[in-house]
């Protein structure tokens, strides 16, 4: 199970009642954050779901509304006694941004370790101690807990939108095992994943194991205009987060001219994707109650929600 | 007239309902904001005085609780239409680290100015248009509209003390006037500061003003121990803004350990000053209740005050 936070839906500045856009992700007890405007360290305070096992920061772009509370937390991290490295990846010319940032905290405990622009997918892997992750892998694999896949988007500067793959490792299928001819003793390891040699013959874990299942995917698109790439990049997400900077349709061209988005726009592009659920966030300040153009995005997409600072989400394995 | 307003009373980290330790004042229209941590800008934005009008920033020191909100509220300024330069004012080694904090706001739309560790007096002239900072002067004159004295202090980075001082000019004493002699096509001019040459005569503005009146006078001291220079630096203030990271008499050690102050310690200098007024403000995150611990300063100095958020006063000058 995946747990998500919101924990801001503002765009552009903080307004009271309204931290900027970023996201909590939880995971096996381990977290990640996406983009960090001012005052993000605020509402993950209220939250409580507490700072030390921030493991990977990632930064969709180098705008301050994205990036502007990073050194702040940074620091609040570091006073909450970690000492383990944080990972932050974000597109090309992000470390540039945040050594500059990181000028104003120079005495953080720990090490930042900064991924720039990643091309392909990253692998996590995550246990008690935290999460690891190996630059780029080729494919998914069940040796990751987690793969991070990023999409280059739209927008005034360079800007990168996320997913989050959690893969399931098929069923044990026991007439398969027996069909296929496994000796019982392989039967755990090969379940586990491993390819085994076993009296000079080679052993796959597909010869154990059942049809394939979806994991969770969860994707995150900000500040961009709709591309094609989206649609595919997002396929099948249990929960499509994406920026809808204006709820009303007569504001597309300046959605167009700020290379944003409407509520529609967000919406057909949820369409197009067959996720199961869009979640809109990423308001205007000029935008009030965004509440009341949800219908623009429903009547396109039906289960659409609108973001509110720290709303809650849990998204489990479908049963299957 | 002089308004304040202050912003927020944390020190190190934000809370919820309690933003980091920020001064605004307001002066003939113009603005003047001290230390900026990260959420500064929210504060201002519940506070509507509005953004447009700050002409000149003055940072006491570069630890994160009194900077981080720096370029969130430049952008914001920007963005309020804002096109004439700021001036900041900050210790040494400021510079590089606003020059690290403004990569990530690069399209601001005016220019900062930013004077580094100013040695002596900085007088400042007050128009409809803004406030303008001249880089030194030796010693106050009714040619400025105000004086911005600095004071080195104790912390573990170098940090300033702030004090303002607006003049107030003498009463014209038309008795002496007369029996100066001075020409009554003069007196006007006299008045207004200027000295003047009449039929081969020079005539100064104090043979037609009465005696020395006292101006408004604000301190502003954060973050440091009490060092013996602060009493005659504040001295005479109308109001005194101090640090009081702690309370409790108990943690003077651990006031002394950071380079703090207890409420006490506040007090004191406020007594030995001899201000009228002490407002104590940058409370630990662990205090939750500063009120709490009044007495601790009251029986030293009675006229002690306990900062909170949004907190407003007006200095006017005495009548004389």
């Known amino acids: ?55 990977i920061i990632c930064i969709t772009h180098r705008h301050g509304d994205h990036i502007l509370g990073l050194p702040g937390l940074l620091s609040t991290i570091g006073n909450s006694g970690r000492t383990k490295p944080i990972t932050i990846i974000g597109p090309r010319g992000i470390e540039a941004i945040i050594k500059g940032l990181k000028l104003a905290v120079p005495n953080i405990p ?35 807990d987690f793969v991070i896949s990023t999409l280059e988007l739209d927008h005034s500067v360079p800007c990168i939108g996320y997913s989050f793959y959690i893969p399931r490792r098929p069923k044990f299928n026991i007439d398969k095992a027996i069909s296929n001819e496994v000796p019982k003793e392989l039967w755990k390891k090969l379940q586990s994943g491993e390819v085994v040699i076993y009296e000079g013959k080679s052993f796959e874990p597909k010869m154990v194991l059942g049809k394939e299942r979806k994991g969770i995917k969860l994707s995150y698109i900000m500040d961009t205009r709709p591309i094609d790439t989206i649609s595919g990049f997002i396929r099948n997400s249990d ?80 049963d299957e």
Chains 1, 2 share one sequence.
Not at 125 to 139: A, F, R, Y
């Open 110 to 144: 720990f090490q930042v370790e900064i991924i720039e622009d990643p091309k392909g997918l990253l692998g996590v892997k995550v246990s008690s101690e935290g999460m690891k992750v190996k630059k780029t892998i080729h494919e998914e694999s069940y040796n990751d």
């Open 1 to 55: 199970m995946l747990d998500i936070a919101l924990l801001g839906c503002g765009g552009s500045m903080p307004i009271p009642n309204r931290f900027l856009t970023s996201l909590l992700i939880k995971y096996k007890g381990r977290k990640i954050l996406i983009d960090c405007g001012e005052g993000t360290q605020v509402s993950m305070k209220i939250l409580k779901w507490g700072f030390k096992s921030i493991d």
């Open 239 to 318: 929960l499509f987060i994406c920026e809808g900077t204006y709820g009303d349709d007569e504001d597309l061209e300046k959605a167009i001219k700020n290379k944003h988005m409407i509520f529609r726009e967000a919406a057909q592009l949820a369409y197009e994707g067959d996720v199961d659920e869009l979640l809109i966030t990423h308001f205007s300040p000029a935008m009030d109650e965004p509440e009341l153009y949800i219908e623009n995005a429903k009547k396109i997409f039906y289960n659409t929600n609108i973001g509110h600072d720290r709303l809650i989400k849990s998204i489990s394995f479908k």
